[in-house]
Nanobody
């Protein structure tokens, strides 16, 4: 059973950058889709981006398109989220997750079967 660990969060000023990592253990990502979600206090968990492990195809929420980039390293079994031009509204707890069911909707949190513990990103103005 795959287990996920996110690292790389922190405090950064607006306009700055952070890179989050999501490392898998117990199982390779195989042919799954890996998503990044975030949740701010008092708000619902929202889709940020996802990547197909096999094909490398990506999808981005409009709010992060052009600023965030997701990528993968097959050898390290790790997925990355590069976040540039950060804004205070990007402040949230960021999670990575694995979607095992191929038919499930890729932007819905309910479609993802395994979650990491989350890493906090705080952007100051």
């Amino acid at each position: 059973q795959v287990q996920l660990v996110e690292t790389g969060g922190g405090l950064v000023q607006a306009g700055g950058s952070l890179r989050l990592s999501c490392a898998a253990s117990g199982q390779t990502f195989s042919n799954y889709r890996i998503g990044w979600f975030r949740q701010a206090p008092g708000k619902e968990r929202e889709f940020v981006t996802s990547i197909s492990w096999n094909l490398g195809t990506t999808d981005y929420a409009d709010s992060v398109k052009g600023r965030f980039t997701t990528s993968r390293d097959n050898a390290l079994n790790t997925v990355y989220l590069q976040m540039n031009s950060l804004k205070p509204e990007d402040t949230a707890l960021y999670y990575c997750a694995v979607k095992i069911r191929a038919y499930a909707l890729p932007r819905s949190p309910n479609s993802y079967d395994r979650w990491g513990q989350g890493t906090q990103v705080t952007v100051s103005s």
